[in-house]
T-cell receptor, first 113, second 111 residues
Framework: DSGVTQTPKHLITATGQRVTLRCSPR?????VYWYQQSLDQGLQFLIQ???????AKGNILERFSAQQFPDLHSELNLSSLELGDSALYFC????????????FGPGTRLTVT | ELKVEQNPLFLSMQEEKNYTIYCNYS?????LYWYRQDPGKSLESLFV?????AVKQEGRLMASLDTKARLSTLHITAAVHDLSATYFC???????????FGTGTSLTVIP
């Protein structure tokens, strides 16, 4: 158990809808990273927050957004969902600003129908 | 954009044999990471390699880094079934705070 929690574990929704994925980092970790894993795109870095501030952006679509709250949990919002957004979404946390030592959550599997 | 390629993509090997997974990246990076992913599971960090010539070993796995060749290797010694998993390498660039994964190598160890 990495100490990183993600909810929900599974999510099934329809195209055009909006969903929110939640991540709670390990106790004391200030950084949260979001990743997408799909058969088409492989593993992709989406975005990183450090202590409430956006620190880095990867291949995140404009339809997606994220934030980190004062209690350090993070939410990834996906809107206007398309079939191609079906994927496993992982978050990871680390104590540092860089990804030197990341601990990954169990993931949320999103299925868009 | 930095590209990270692994080969082979699929590897089936017998127990007790040795093999190497290769990870090539296209431009200068700051660090090289190796992760393991079991089917249906999350990622587990294996190694972080910081500089040219770095070598790290744990159990039957040994990772090395050659920054001049932009190449990292993950060597498996005397494979056992428990090592069956998908292995990913990844690189980061501190400038721009970007993080890139390789394509992954699916390893199956056959008794």
């Amino acid at each position: 158990d990495s100490g990183v929690t993600q909810t929900p574990k599974h999510l099934i929704t329809a195209t055009g809808q909006r969903v929110t994925l939640r991540c709670s980092p390990r106790s004391g970790d200030l950084s949260v990273y979001w990743y997408q894993q799909s058969l088409d795109q492989g593993l992709q870095f989406l975005i990183q927050y450090y202590n409430g501030e956006e620190r880095a952006k990867g291949n995140i679509l404009e339809r997606f957004s994220a934030q980190q709250f004062p209690d350090l949990h993070s939410e990834l919002n996906l809107s206007s969902l398309e079939l191609g957004d079906s994927a496993l979404y992982f978050c990871a946390s680390s104590a540092r600003q860089d990804p030197y030592e990341q601990y990954f959550g169990p993931g949320t599997r999103l299925t868009v129908t | 954009e930095l590209k990270v390629e692994q080969n082979p993509l699929f590897l089936s090997m017998q127990e007790e044999k040795n093999y190497t997974i290769y990870c090539n990246y296209s431009t200068t990076s700051d660090r090289l990471y190796w992760y393991r992913q079991d089917p249906g599971k999350s990622l587990e960090s294996l190694f972080v390699l910081l500089s040219n010539g770095a070598v790290k070993q744990e159990g039957r796995l040994m990772a090395s880094l050659d920054t001049k060749a932009r190449l990292s290797t993950l060597h498996i010694t005397a494979a056992v079934h428990d090592l069956s998993a998908t292995y990913f390498c990844a690189v980061d660039r501190i400038t721009g705070n970007q993080f890139y994964f390789g394509t992954g190598t699916s390893l199956t160890v056959i008794p």
